[in-house]
T-cell receptor
Framework: KAGVTQTPRYLIKTRGQQVTLSCSPI?????VSWYQQTPGQGLQFLFE???????NKGNFPGRFSGRQFSNSRSEMNVSTLELGDSALYLC???????????FGQGTRLTVV | AQTVTQSQPEMSVQEAETVTLSCTYD???????LFWYKQPPSRQMILVIR??????QNATENRFSVNFQKAAKSFSLKISDSQLGDTAMYFC????????????FGTGTLLAVQP
């Protein structure tokens, strides 16, 4: 069974640009959540989707948005990038019945 | 407030020795779960062990075991017979049953296993 796949693995963007990150969950998993990991703030919850609906949202500005498609794949978008958005973005999937969340390898975003 | 605290930023242990990583948490919910995740240099978060709050018995997975003290809101991880491959950042996390997939993480403990 394939794991959680995040693309791209690395990304360099310029301040003011926007970026879209993708997450394909484990087959059969309908829940996808996103986390931002930085040295200063640690791991912070961004948002969670289940069956195409946002179920939870963390304390991030409106520049951070996401969506989930009917095949459970999820995307997150960050508009008007700031230097402070440089981080490792992790996606996790869960099947909705069990508690374990399985993580992808992350997307390393660098804003210059 | 829901918080997870890991008070040991870094720890070191000799190969084959035993080490214990500490974690305390705070939650007002009754249906919750606790996890230890490992993040090696590859950055992939790997589930090490989980504990259901309603279970009194401490979880065990091979060389990994937990000491879950519900009243004290303490959840420590014991690694026995430490191996070089155990070198990683370890995160304690709090999750909830039911619909949500949201996890609240501690700040992590960097464990170095020395040969």
């Amino acid at each position: 069974k394939a794991g959680v796949t995040q693309t791209p693995r690395y990304l360099i963007k310029t301040r003011g640009q926007q970026v879209t990150l993708s997450c394909s969950p484990i087959s059969g998993h309908r829940s996808v959540s996103w986390y931002q990991q930085t040295p200063g703030q640690g791991l912070q919850f961004l948002f969670e989707y289940f069956s195409e609906t946002q179920r939870n949202k963390g304390n991030f500005p409106g520049r951070f948005s996401g969506r989930q498609f009917s095949n459970s794949r999820s995307e997150m978008n960050v508009s008007t990038l700031e230097l402070g958005d440089s981080a490792l973005y992790l996606c996790a999937s869960r099947d909705g019945y069990h508690t374990e969340a399985f993580f992808g390898q992350g997307t390393r975003l660098t804003v210059v | 407030a829901q918080t997870v605290t890991q008070s040991q930023p870094e720890m070191s242990v000799q190969e084959a020795e035993t080490v214990t990583l500490s974690c305390t948490y705070d939650t007002s919910e009754s249906n919750y779960y606790l996890f230890w995740y490992k993040q090696p240099p590859s950055r992939q978060m790997i589930l090490v062990i989980r504990q259901e709050a309603y279970k009194q018995q401490n979880a065990t997975e091979n060389r990994f075991s937990v000491n879950f003290q519900k009243a004290a809101k303490s959840f420590s991880l014991k690694i026995s017979d430490s191996q070089l491959g155990d070198t990683a950042m370890y995160f304690c996390a709090l999750g909830y049953g039911g619909a949500t997939n949201k996890l609240i993480f501690g700040t992590g403990t960097l464990l170095a296993v020395q040969p």
